[in-house]
C-alpha cells in the first residue's frame, strides 16, 4: 500500500517555474515506477512523465518535454516534477502515481494516486 500526497502547486506566469512534489508513504516507494499526470478542466488525465525505480530512466510527454524534469530521492519517499517555461496550456490539476511496473505510460497501469496539486498559469 502506497499514499501518496502533492504539494507544491499554485499559480506562475508564463515563462516561469513551479516545483511540484509527491510524498509518499510505505516501505516499498523506491520498487515503483512514479509517474505524473495532469488533467486540464473538460479535458482527459494525461501522462506528462515518469521515473523508473532506482531514478535510471525517465520519460516526457512531448508536450513538455525539455522544459518539464522528473526526479525522486528514494531516502525521502519523494518524486519532483520541476517545472520550467510554464505556459497557459500546462493549467492543470497535477497528481503522483505509483505503478507496479516498468514502462507505465497509461493511466489504468497505475495502482495508487494522489489527491492532486492545482496548477495554474498566467498568460
Known amino acids: 500500500q502506497v499514499q501518496l500526497v502533492e504539494s507544491g502547486g499554485g499559480l506562475a506566469q508564463a515563462g516561469g517555474s513551479l516545483r511540484l512534489s509527491c510524498a509518499a508513504s510505505g516501505r516499498t516507494f523506491s520498487s515503483y515506477t512514479m509517474g505524473w499526470f495532469r488533467q486540464a478542466p473538460g479535458k482527459e488525465r494525461e501522462f506528462v512523465a515518469h521515473?523508473?525505480?532506482?531514478?535510471?530512466?525517465?520519460s516526457y510527454a512531448d508536450s513538455v518535454k525539455g522544459r518539464f524534469t522528473v526526479s525522486r530521492d528514494n531516502a525521502k519517499n519523494t518524486v519532483y516534477l520541476q517545472m520550467n517555461s510554464l505556459k497557459s496550456e500546462d493549467t492543470a490539476v497535477y497528481f503522483c502515481?505509483?505503478?507496479?511496473?516498468?514502462?507505465?505510460?497509461?493511466?489504468?497501469?497505475?495502482?495508487?494516486w494522489g489527491q492532486g496539486t492545482q496548477v495554474t498559469v498566467s498568460s
Open positions: 502515481a505509483a505503478a507496479g511496473r516498468s514502462y507505465a505510460y497509461e493511466a489504468s497501469n497505475y495502482a495508487y
Open positions: 521515473i523508473s525505480w532506482i531514478g535510471a530512466r525517465t
